[in-house]
């Protein structure tokens, strides 16, 4: 299946074992070391740092993220994955054996695993959603020292800067089961939304129809990630790809090659989105308007072949250990049952989190209401997260070569999720009425499916949860959801008092204490329990193999 070539493509990292104390981060802004003084980052004492990235390693714990992507076992696993993947489906592209169903799948997956559809022909959409990872970030180094947030397509080269390369400001949502997410939509009764894509819901989908099609759109011209400065950039590089006839196979003939592009369009797109040239202008490629229709229906285009793709088996195919329990060709063992009758009752995981079957500490046996539960009622929720200073975006507060910059307010910011979206920092959001809820919504983001979440590419990998990826393993997400209140703390992240343990028995403050999710922090659920539903979690792998 295509899950099983996706894992054996990936290895396992033999590392050294490196133990990091205490160290300061230092930051270019005088604001910043207000800020960030007395923050010290603590690198797990179990994990293990690959020799290739001992040089990679700044003073103050910082990564040279140009190192990294160079350097790094990870980094160059994924790379091999993608390269892998492209060439696979070229074949497939080639092969003229292809049904229109497949078609659109296979032309989604070139989309995906092509780098040259970055600004600076060396990023992927997988960079950023290894498949061994569950489509989350795939290089362990970047879970520990970035809060799993991923550098960009575009390296920033100003002397002395941290970082050295645009960086995304969250740790990447994963993409399993995204098209299940329905175009965003506020409902009075309940008051509050559902479906839409992105952690802060700003991919609402309500121009296709489709929020897993629009999600796909942005990446492409995020600055802090592909960086294409026009759409229309994305369409031109998809004409001169050597899959360029089978868009056209699935989308019509001249779909690509009847635009007439101008003469200056390879400096135009080879030039980062943000640059102080544009001058703000978001569509720098001077088209006729005919061309400007063509190239902005290519680009729509492109937007649903990625989400047929995240619709395929072979991304979202429903083929865990649970799933063949929910239809009677699994058993499981005791503590993953026990975990589930956790997640389900005491837990109360599943109020959110829906498994097709109502919550209740009695039942002991699956009754499915739904076969294939999606684990996400797709709302959005302030959980109470601590504010992750470990994040290099908030460093990226002076101009880059460009004349850009990615974070003016540095430590300040915020994080608000859907409430930055409602408020305006990505523009107005399409419905105009949506704004006046931002107070209602502010620090809310969106509930992740639980699927695949325990996936990884080797036992080793450590992982990056939540939107700002503060926590690193399934365990601490649990821990977190049962203590959250039982060890509160008004301190920023690095500063627990002495005698306890950062993310064992002292949790800093929320980023965002408006909107808190106060159904959960106090479960009163002993280690054990925790570790069940751990367990339980895990049986949500896909590939299973009963």
């Known amino acids: 299946m295509a899950r099983q070539k996706i894992l054996a493509l990936c290895s396992a990292g033999i590392c050294a074992l490196l133990v990091i104390g205490f160290v300061p981060i230092i930051s270019r802004s005088q604001s910043a070391q207000q800020t960030s003084a007395d923050h010290k980052r603590v690198v797990p004492a179990d994990f293990t740092i690959p020799p290739e990235d001992l040089p990679c390693i700044l003073p103050g714990n910082k990564l040279d993220l140009q190192c990294i992507i160079t350097n790094d076992p990870d980094a160059k696993r994924v790379r091999d994955e ?71 397509s575009v390296p920033i080269t100003v002397h002395g800067a941290y970082p050295n390369n645009r960086i995304a ?38 121009k296709l129809q489709n929020s897993a099609a629009e999600q796909g759109q942005d990446p492409p011209v995020d600055p802090e990630e592909m960086a294409n400065p026009d759409t229309a950039c994305v369409v031109w590089k998809l004409s001169l790809t050597n899959y360029s006839f089978f868009f056209e196979q699935v989308f019509g003939t001249g779909s690509l ?10 400096q135009v797109c080879g030039t980062p989105k943000g640059a102080a040239v544009f001058g703000g202008n978001a569509t720098p490629l001077n088209l006729s308007p005919l061309d400007r229709t063509r190239a902005n229906q290519a680009f729509d285009e492109f937007g649903q072949a990625i989400a047929a793709y995240e619709a395929s088996a072979d991304v979202s195919p429903f083929t865990s250990k ?40 009695a039942h002991s046996v699956a009754t499915p209401a739904d ?35 990615g974070n003016p307010q540095g430590f300040g910011f915020i994080d608000e999720g859907m409430g930055l979206f409602l408020n305006g920092y990505y523009g107005p959001p399409p419905n105009s009425s949506w704004a006046a809820l931002y107070s209602q ?15 990884v590419p ?20 649990v821990h977190f959801y049962n203590t959250r209140d039982v060890f509160a703390y008004p301190v920023l992240s690095g500063n627990c008092p002495a005698g306890t343990v950062e993310k064992v028995t002292c949790w800093p403050m929320p980023e965002v204490t408006a909107n808190m999710n106060m159904t959960i922090g106090n479960l009163h659920l002993t280690d054990g329990e925790e570790n069940q539903i751990v367990a339980f979690m895990q049986t949500l792998v896909d590939g299973f193999n009963p």
């Open 441 to 455: 919504f502010k620090g809310k983001f969106q509930t992740a499916t639980v699927r695949d979440a325990a996936m």
């Open 371 to 405: 076969v294939r539960p999606l684990f996400t009622d797709t709302t959005y929720n302030n959980l109470g997260l601590p504010k992750n200073l470990n994040l290099p975006w908030y460093y990226e507060n002076t101009p880059d070569q460009w004349g850009f910059t």
């Open 82 to 152: 993608e390269a892998a993947l492209e060439a696979q489906a070229l074949a497939a592209a080639q092969s003229g054996t292809l049904d229109p169903f497949q078609r659109v799948q296979t032309l989604g997956k070139l989309e995906i695993f092509d780098p040259n559809l970055s600004v600076n022909n060396n990023l992927a959409c997988s960079y950023c959603h290894d498949p061994a990872s569950g489509y989350g970030n795939g290089v362990s180094i970047l879970s520990v020292f970035t809060g799993g947030a991923n550098p960009g």
């Open 458 to 477: 080797y036992a080793s990998f450590v992982k990056a949860f939540m939107h700002n990826g503060y926590l690193t393993s399934l365990k601490q997400v």
């Open 322 to 361: 649970f799933d063949y329990f929910l239809v009677g060709k699994a058993t499981l063992t005791q503590d993953e049952q026990k975990g589930y009758d956790l997640f389900r009752g005491r837990g109360n995981c599943n109020s959110c989190h829906l498994d097709g079957t109502a919550t209740s500490v």
């Open 169 to 206: 400001k969250r740790n990447p949502q994963r993409y399993v089961y995204a098209t299940y997410s329905p175009p965003l939509q506020y409902l009075t009764a309940q008051a509050d939304f559902y479906g839409g894509n992105f952690w802060d819901g700003r991919a609402t989908g309500y």
């Open 257 to 266: 090659s009847s635009i007439t592009w101008p003469a200056n369009v390879a």
